[in-house]
């Protein structure tokens, strides 16, 4: 192996091989532990760049790490020992086609700038996961990332329409374009999204943009539980489409109003923020029945507002539940998703889990399509304390399983969660994955150990 022949292959200017500057690219925001030292880190500006690198790293059996902004919360962007690192944080175009409505975008733009130049066409791109100022196009797409209000509007997958993808042997490949209905072959497109990298390296991608929604009104519901809370997004579900439903349960609250002393209610055992962004009087019907239903399902306190600045800034005490518990000590995120109507059911578990393993499990939710992200805390200096949080950790998610749902439900399977995915998957789907991965990857040196 000649790290020469890299730098000659790739160019030198965009490959890096210092240690103290390499160590910034192994762990992600989760720093799953294990992560190893790679034996360089290319940093891209073309597709032909990326299809050079894996082409060196396939001629010398070294596995391959792609890497977007580094805000993935599985350990899917971890370094691996020895590996080849490949940042596409460079690769930041964007353009957008407003007579298609759609943003041709390379894999290292963020997603709030694909929404501001959305935006200056008057057009919108929904997906918004809560790191969305931080978070790579690129990742998004490895995770099939969702966010507050894919509740109504739908996950990543849903406004991809094309995809160029560097394969493990180097050949780059093209999925899709800017047409809204195609049916010809297999929709291998729609592998490649939320593959982790497994499959292939994404270069560029065409997303489907939608005309911007009406100003959004914004109820914020207190519940005396997190259950009463939880039993007022089943029954909203029924006959209620709001474009975003959020919750906090009792020791979220307090963990955020230590941290942005917002005025949150620190005795409400549970908290909703809903919008609705229905045209004209129906935004009006619709958050009265929403109201209705918070009512009579027992809340204490309800506030309905149409200001955006208002709706926003009760937003942005729920986006700040991540930061928030950093602070506190080390993490284990969850990411467990069950259908509705098992929400309130769900919760309940992971509280008698948090109690019966004497570990902090503040959870927040996409409340609307019953997606959890339960933070459990602890002190990583204390063995017995990991130890019991990774034991509720596996609970967790074999609860879910469990109650019909899922491990992850938008940060993907990463390293962190590998070892439960055939728990949820059963032997035969796990067999019919790792085909599939043995023939677009025979070597096996797309992110190893991640994903699949």
Known sequence: MSLDELC????????????????????????????GMPCAVVRPRTAAQVQAAVRWAASHGIPVVPRGAGTGLAGGASAIEGGLTISLEKMTAIKIDPATRTAVVEPGALNAAVKRAAAAEGLWYPPDPSSFEICSIGGNIATNAGGLCCVKYGV???????????????????????????VAGLSLMKLFVGSEG??????????????EPPPASTLVAVFPTARAAAEAVVEMGRTIRASLVE???????????????????????????????????????????IEAVCLAVGCSEVYRTDDPQEGEAFLSARRAFFPASERLGSLLIEDVGVPVPTLPDLLDGISEIAARHDTDIPVVAHA???NTHPNLIFDGA?????????????????????????????HGVGRAKIGALGAQLGPDVMEVTRAIKAALDPQGILNPGSGI
């Open 156 to 182: 990543t997958t849903d406004y991809v329409l094309g995809l160029d993808v560097v394969l493990a042997d180097g050949r780059l490949i093209t999925l899709g374009g800017k047409r809204i209905k195609d």
């Open 382 to 410: 204390d063995p017995a304390a990991r130890e019991r949080a990774e034991a509720a950790f596996e609970e967790i998610m074999q609860l879910a399983i469990d109650l019909g749902g899922t491990i992850t439900g938008e």
């Open 247 to 289: 919750f906090m349960d009792g020791r979220a609250i307090n963990i955020v109003e230590d941290y942005t002393a917002m005025g949150l209610d620190r005795s409400a055992g549970g908290l909703l923020v809903i919008q609705s962004d229905a045209p004209g009087a129906a935004c009006a019907q619709e958050m009265q029945r």
């Open 8 to 35: 000659a292959t790739v160019g030198a200017a965009d490959v890096v091989i210092d240690p103290a500057r390499m160590a910034a690219y192994q762990f992600d925001w989760a720093r799953v532990p294990g992560a």
């Open 368 to 370: 609307g399509d019953g």
């Open 198 to 211: 497994t499959l292939g390296i994404v270069t560029r991608v065409i997303l489907r943009l939608l005309p």
